[in-house]
């Protein structure tokens, strides 16, 4: 069973504002995009099950042409807070690379 990592050829995450963050999932392929987009590990209960949020925060951004999927949730403390581990969000998408898509 692949993993993420092995069907992207990119994956970053971002701050998307104080309160959210963004993982851009870069496919590799038209085939992996097709294939993956939409496999229940990146549904959003999974999502959710991972960063410890609600899932009905998670929001799903597809982008054909780009072989992109943009995953958004909310962070769990805004941005520069005092339990802030991780400003920029530039290290959340580590928690997804090694999951196995269905």
Aim: neutral net charge.
């Amino acid at each position: 069973m692949p993993k993420l990592k092995d069907v992207c050829r990119h994956v970053r995450s971002k701050v998307a504002g104080p309160f959210w963050v963004t993982i851009d999932l870069m496919f590799d392929s038209q085939e992996n995009y097709d294939r993956y987009v939409q496999s229940p590990a990146l549904s959003a209960d999974s999502i959710a099950k991972i960063y410890g949020i609600d899932p009905k925060g998670v929001a799903h951004y597809p982008v054909p042409s780009l072989k992109v999927l943009k995953i958004s949730y909310p962070r769990k403390t805004p941005q520069g807070g005092v339990e802030e581990r991780d400003l920029h969000s530039g290290q959340q998408y580590t928690y997804i690379l090694d999951l196995d898509l269905d």
